[in-house]
Antibody, heavy 125, light 110 residues
């Protein structure tokens, strides 16, 4: 189980972009898959996308397809999430999470047992 | 609106047993293993149940999970005040190639 530490609070203007980082420690980075999940004030968890660093594969929720990028830097064991064209309703806490990924057992068996502390993004003019 | 359906709220008194359900479809719960997460107020989610019915180390055996067809349930027995939290089911959807989270159930301990 890795430990995840996210970058700090962000305040952005509508139309701009934000980049949130998630640094993993305590495990072999390439044995894990990572997801980004956000939670708007008073709302539930919303999946944004995933990355499997060992193969560089990414998938995104359809609603974020055009605006989100997820990347992994294996040298620093850090995952990044970029969200562009920010709107006020992007105001939320953004979480990264990791789960062990074994290609032999399949991705559908992944579970996320490590979570970052969350990064608050406020989008306001 | 979430693809996975959960009741928005549940409640019980200390010591009681409560059940939280999660309903999906053949492309998600019907095919893949389901996980449950607990989110205490102001905190990050925490893995509670994985693989439909497995508890990570450190999770009390008061928490149990089950799955049947396209539905799953989380049961909490011997309810305690510290169980007051939001509970989310989550599963990979083979048709959408997305992780699905339920809308969450807010559990109140009366």
């Amino acid at each position: 189980q890795v430990q995840l530490v996210q970058s700090g609070t962000e305040v952005k203007k509508p139309g701009s972009s934000v980049k949130v980082s998630c640094k993993a420690s305590g495990g072999t980075f390439t044995k894990y898959t990572f997801i980004w999940v956000r939670q708007a004030p008073g709302q539930g968890l919303e999946w944004m996308g995933r990355i499997i660093p060992i193969v560089g594969m990414t998938n995104f929720a359809q609603k974020f397809q055009d605006r989100v990028t997820i990347a992994a830097d294996k040298t620093s064991s850090t995952v990044y999430m970029d969200l562009s064209s920010l709107k006020s309703n992007d105001t939320a806490v953004y979480f990264c999470a990791s789960g062990y990924y074994d290609v032999l057992t399949g991705y559908h068996r992944v579970y996320f047992d490590s979570w970052g502390q969350g990064t608050l993004l406020t989008v306001s003019s | 609106q979430s693809v996975l359906t959960q009741a928005p709220s549940a409640s019980g008194t200390p010591g009681q047993r409560v059940t939280i359900s999660c309903s999906g479809s053949t492309s998600n719960i019907g095919t893949n293993t389901l996980n449950w997460y607990q989110q205490l107020p102001g905190a990050a989610p925490k893995l509670l149940i994985f693989g439909n019915d497995q508890r990570p180390s450190g999770v009390p055996d008061r928490f149990s999970g089950s799955k049947s067809g396209t539905s799953a349930s989380l049961a909490i027995s011997g309810l305690q005040s510290e169980d007051e939290a939001d509970y989310y089911c989550a599963v990979w959807d083979d048709s959408l190639n997305e992780w699905m989270f339920g809308g969450g159930t807010k559990l109140t301990v009366l």
